[in-house]
């Protein structure tokens, strides 16, 4: 059987037109606790970077350990680390990569761990209307977040304490203005929105 399987997957790469790039080895062992079929992994042939980027292969019963429904599958796995080693070899990875521009990410300050709930919830409202955001899980004292902030080049931070989950508010600061004023969270998105306009404004 895994020879027919075999045979019939190589006339299938053939008519694929990708024959070049694959090829048959019995050395390949992978998961033998989960995989129903054949197996695969996929390597770079330079001279500078002879190493495996990523593995996978067929699996017919593992999903059913998450789920009463009997479904095949297909699936891989890559290493983060092994997919930068290979495009840093070949000089693969854009000039701009580093140049990360957080102007337009919303970053959540909650004063202490009592209000990260609160916090997840502020965030979440933001993502449904895209608008990115981060929050700082650091819990430091007010005057750290927003020197990270302030660090990363964000331009609008939202405060959270005690007494905007009272009231069911937030604070939000303009760090190019230092400007803040206290919302209701209904509001929230709203105001973010004004602030970017009046900041393309003055730009």
Not at 140 to 152: D, G, I, R, V, W
Request: charged share 30%.
């Amino acid at each position: 059987m895994g020879y027919k399987e075999i045979i019939e997957l190589k006339n299938l790469i053939e008519k694929a037109g990708i024959s070049e790039y694959c090829s048959f080895s019995s050395n390949i062992v992978r998961g033998l606790d989960y995989y129903t079929g054949t197996v695969f992994e996929v390597f770079d042939t330079g001279t500078e970077n002879r190493r495996a980027i990523f593995g996978g292969g067929r699996y017919d019963d593992l999903l059913s350990l998450f789920s009463e429904e009997q479904l095949s599958g297909i699936g891989f796995g890559m290493g983060v680390l092994m997919l930068s080693l290979f495009l840093k070899t070949y000089n693969l990875l854009p000039e701009m990569i580093d140049e990360t521009n957080y102007s337009d990410v919303i970053y959540i300050i909650p004063i202490d761990e009592e209000v990260t709930n609160y916090a997840i919830k502020i965030a979440d409202k933001l993502r449904v209307d895209h608008l990115p955001s981060i929050i700082d899980y650091r819990f430091k004292n007010l005057k750290n977040q927003l020197s990270k902030a302030n660090e990363l080049g964000v331009l609008i931070t939202i405060i959270i304490g005690q007494k905007e989950i009272e009231r069911n508010e937030v604070t939000i600061r303009n760090m190019a203005t230092n400007e803040q004023k206290t919302v209701k969270i209904k509001d929230i998105n709203e105001e973010i929105y004004k602030i970017f306009d009046e900041s393309e404004d003055i730009i």
